[in-house]
């Protein structure tokens, strides 16, 4: 039998070169993409962009920019919120306050790209980053030296009958509310489908661990460190002193039943305008399987609550 000839260099060579090629090919093809998600009426924005598409240009990002951000720029592709979730993105900077990081929060969920926030607002609880530390910041990103926080998000569901009419992620809070002319509702509780209590009250508030710190903080409810696997239920202006806010374990499922006289209530979810509830309508709350990842200057959580809520500070 004839023995086969031996592969000649030049034939194994030629033989392994596609292998290289098509690996140098898929490091080319992924390129750093980032998205800047903008806050509308915020004259600043105009005046960072210059100098944050150059740094993103230096560092071999393609960037992509939302409607609202392309007022302030051009020859940049526009991606609407809605379909943020659609692009691979390694980097979202959020320039705005509460509000937008909020927005860009449920836009980007579900693909997971941390979010830096640039806080161009007031109180800036979320968008903890100041505008004069932004490029440390970005640095700090590109050296792989900044911390990174994952934050929990919430599902929530409107049912009407067995039909369910909406499902929306939820970052922060869902609040189930009476109208400024509306009497009081009722409202049933139910925890994995065992019944609480009836709460007559002009609404009721379920939030995240971050949402503990914005509405449900203001009608009484707990401070949850954002790392608490947990969710805080907590009712609005409740006619009796027995009802209290509950903290459950963020496993559970939470169904609020609404009963309404006089059939006027509203569902308003991460405080945007409200969608209109009958009664009968059930809203129902659990934890998502999506996070978000916010990037952190390093100051804990308590530094935080002192010098954004000035925890500590003697009243005068």
Same mark, same amino acid.
């Given at each position: ?127 903890? &980053? ?6 440390? *910041?970005?640095? #700090?990103?590109?050296? !792989? =030296?900044? @911390?990174?926080?994952?934050? +929990? ?42 019944? &609480? ?6 609404? *009721?508030?379920? #939030?995240?661990?971050? !949402? =503990?710190? @914005?509405?449900?903080?203001? +009608? ?97």
């Amino acid at each position: 039998m004839a023995k086969a000839k031996p592969r000649s260099s030049f034939q194994t060579s030629i033989s392994r070169k596609p292998a290289v090629a098509k690996t140098s090919a898929q490091k080319a093809a992924r390129t750093k993409t980032a998205a800047i998600i903008a806050r509308p009426d915020r004259p600043q924005v105009a005046q960072i962009f210059p100098a944050l598409l150059e740094w993103f240009t230096e560092h071999g990002y393609t960037v992509i920019i939302d409607e609202q951000s392309a007022k302030y720029t051009t020859g940049l592709e526009v991606v609407p919120r809605s379909e943020m979730s659609s692009r691979e993105l390694d980097l979202v900077v959020v320039l705005g306050g509460d509000g937008t990081l909020l927005s860009a929060a449920r836009a980007t969920a579900a693909v997971d790209v941390p979010l830096l926030g640039v806080n161009l607002g007031s109180l800036g609880f979320l968008t903890e &980053v100041p505008l004069h530390s932004l490029y440390a *910041m970005l640095e #700090a990103i590109a050296q !792989g =030296s900044a @911390a990174v926080e994952r934050r +929990a998000l919430m599902q929530v569901e409107l049912l009407r009958g067995d039909a369910v009419r909406g499902s929306y992620l939820v970052f922060n809070d869902a609040v189930v509310n009476k109208t400024a002319l509306a009497r009081l509702n009722t409202y049933d509780l139910y925890i994995d489908k065992a019944f &609480v209590s009836s709460y007559r009250a002009d609404g *009721m508030i379920v #939030a995240t661990p971050t !949402g =503990s710190t @914005a509405y449900s903080l203001s +009608a009484g409810g707990p401070v949850l460190m954002p790392t608490v696997n947990a969710l805080v239920v907590t009712p609005v202006a409740p006619h009796s002193l027995t009802h209290r806010p509950l903290v459950v374990p963020d496993s559970v499922v939470i169904e609020i039943l609404l009963r309404s006289e006089e059939e006027v209530a509203y569902l308003s979810l991460d405080g945007q305008p409200g969608l209109d509830l009958r009664d009968g309508d059930r809203v129902r709350c659990r934890r998502s399987e999506h996070h978000v990842s916010l990037f952190r200057t390093g100051g804990d959580f308590f530094q935080v609550l002192r010098s954004k809520m000035k925890w500590g500070e003697r009243q005068s």
